[in-house]
């Protein structure tokens, strides 16, 4: 599970180095994402792993559909206007499937778990 949530935030942090300029790891954009995982896998170590479990594939989807899919979407209601560019959807793309090893490893855990 910790190593499916590091390849999520790894999918973030592509995207972020690529598509914002002058992007590093303590960005905001990159290390607070980074400290909500870290917290989310530290609690999966302790005795609320079911709760951290959950709050991992909420996380997960959130950055599917949130940041890999619809932030790419020029829909109305985003506050900026998305770049509509191959190399632009391409980065999202990353960005969108290192999020489901974490999502179906969550489900995995949480059917298994039950």
């Known amino acids: 599970m910790p190593l499916t949530a590091i390849i999520g935030w790894s999918g973030l942090f592509i995207h972020n180095l690529a598509e914002l300029p002058g992007q590093s790891l303590l960005s905001p954009e990159s290390f607070i994402p980074l400290l909500v995982t870290a917290l989310l896998v530290a609690g999966w170590f302790t005795p609320i792993r079911h709760a951290a479990t959950l709050a991992m594939l909420g996380w997960g989807l959130l ?14 209601f985003l506050p900026f206007l998305p770049e509509q560019t191959l190399s632009h959807y391409l980065f999202h793309a990353v960005y969108a499937l290192a999020q489901l090893p974490l999502v179906f490893s969550t489900v995995g855990w949480l059917r298994q778990s039950s």
């Open 63 to 76: 950055h599917f559909f949130g940041g890999g899919l619809i932030s790419v979407l020029p829909l109305p």
